[in-house]
């Protein structure tokens, strides 16, 4: 089966910190997703990577960046953390194929709060 | 912009009976659809999906049905079992019309399901 691992399972961060979100894959996956999810509001797509270096930014890309250096990792990248990015962070992987979309397997999720 | 809801935010159904989630959609470019289950503190997993030129798909107790002509999309699940118990989400691929969607999904707010023993 896919695994997806996001480092940390909860994280608790000050204002003003910059943070990092690591995920791996293990399935050789292209597609690499970030996405926030917030109640009532679902999952929500922050930044998304079809290729190593390669970045598109989602619906929410404000207050975030991400980094893919190699292919089995897609970090996201909080540069001055504030309250309103507390929220649950989920990583998703998928394949590319011709034939379009593929299911996108998820990590476990990372729960951030900023203080 | 386009958009992925549901109907019923809840659902509440005692152990054995056939439960019902429905979904609405509102691009008609869309040709994939989803289903994920997510239980409290896991991420979502992977429970069906179906292409648009499919009106139904049948999985183990799960069943997909999809219906272009209203853009309506359910999850039917058999005998349901307190084990069901979790937040459902369906999602459709987000690519602009004639762009690449590069396996984006738009996910709705997602159905709370209850199933009482």
């Known amino acids: 089966d896919v695994k997806v691992t996001q480092s940390s399972r909860y994280l608790v961060k000050r204002t003003g910190e910059k943070v990092f979100l690591e995920c791996v894959q293990d399935m050789d996956h292209e597609n690499m997703f970030w996405y926030r999810q917030d109640p009532g509001l679902g999952l929500r797509l922050i930044y998304f990577s079809y290729d190593v270096k390669m970045k598109e930014k989602g619906d929410i890309p404000e207050g975030y960046s991400v980094s893919r250096e190699k292919k089995e990792r897609f970090s996201l990248i909080l540069e001055s953390a504030s309250t309103n990015q507390t929220s649950m962070y989920l990583c998703a992987s998928s394949l590319l194929r011709g034939t379009g979309v593929e299911k996108l397997f998820f990590g476990s999720g990372t729960q951030l709060s900023v203080l | 912009g386009e958009s992925v809801g549901l109907h019923l935010p809840t659902l509440s159904v005692q152990e054995g009976d056939n439960s019902i989630i429905n979904c609405a959609y509102s691009n008609s470019a869309s040709d994939y659809f989803i289903w994920y289950k997510q239980e409290s503190g896991k991420g979502p997993q992977f429970i069906i999906d179906?292409?648009?030129?499919?009106d139904k798909r049948q999985g183990q107790r799960v069943t997909v049905l999809l219906n272009k002509t209203v853009k309506h999309l359910s999850l039917q699940i058999a005998a349901t079992q307190p084990g069901d118990s979790a937040v459902y989400f369906c999602a459709e691929n987000s690519a602009p019309h004639g762009g690449t969607s590069y396996g984006k999904l738009t996910f709705g707010q997602g159905t709370i399901l209850t199933v009482h023993p």
């Open positions: 179906i292409r648009s030129n499919m």
